[in-house]
């Protein structure tokens, strides 16, 4: 195996991507296209999970593109592709899941949650970390930028790895998830984590009115305004600080710490600097949706990248495990 360094990751287009996602995963991809060999994928095996929709998806998926390129992905460092576009890595899906053990999956926590609300779960979600595994062994992932919630599936995916190479000899490369303490688990609206599921989220590409109404929605606490407060325990300044510099920063936790002021300032700095902050991208993002041709030629070139990879771990798993009946 080389000694070339990879990163990659996955995002589901089950909507608008919002700064969750930005901070937590995106933001990161693009800081690490720099130095790694890049594999971007947009999930939309994940997203049928959720999606029953053949237009909505289709949509999700040319819109989630659009955006990850008016971010900052760019084609001529990582390889942007759609997931079901790469059929190898449900191959690896199969021979994966043959070795997978039911506890396993039933320890994760999106099966767990769904189950513990009395929801009834398919084979498609039971499953979904197998999958997972398999987007990441695929492409001898060395490194894979996510936020907190899907630590569980990267340690599922060293699990099923580490089985594999046990049983059939070293085949896989062990990924590392890479979570950045400061956006490890951005919050919502309401303080809890920024989830489409729960109906907290500001999106990235929001229209600055609704995104100023949305932050002006924060909730707060009804403490007096001349009351210090700690802003490490704050969400709102939580928030703030995902935008704001060093010297901003420091400023604001001051004014905390003095009290004597009140969170509608604070939301009124956060959407200005939101706002600046994703001007440019917003541009960017019009004009490539005025190209979509571009944008589906980028997704094939991404594609051509990503099968070229997987195709060769597919062969050394194929001959590891005896798939690969004629050699
Ligand atoms: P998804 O689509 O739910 O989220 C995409 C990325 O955004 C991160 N994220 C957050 N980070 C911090 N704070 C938040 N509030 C927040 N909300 C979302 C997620 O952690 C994720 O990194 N299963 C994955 C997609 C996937 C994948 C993969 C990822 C499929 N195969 C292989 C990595 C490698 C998911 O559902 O992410």
Redesign the pocket.
Known sequence: MSNVQRV?????P?GRF?W??Y????RQYIALQEEYEAYYFI?NL?ALTTIRDAQTLRQNTLDAAIDLLALGLDPDKAALFVHSDVPEVTELCWILMTGTPMGLLERCHAYKEKKAKGLTADAGLFT?PV??AA??LAYDSNL???????VQ??EVTRDLARSFNHHFGETFVMPKAHVLEQ??????TDGE???KSYGNTIEIFEDPKTMRKKIMRIQTDSRPMEEPKDPDTDHLFQLYSLFADEAQRAEMAETYRRGHFGYGMVKKALADLAEAYFAEARKKRAALAADPNYVRQVLRDGTEKARAKAGEVLERVRRACGTAWWG
């Open positions: 990659l990751s996955g995002i589901q089950t919002h969750g996602n901070f937590g995963a995106i999930a994940h979904y999958l997972m987007d990441i894979v930028p996510v936020g907190e919630d899907q599936h990267i956006a490890a688990r951005v919050p919502g984590k920024m989830s």
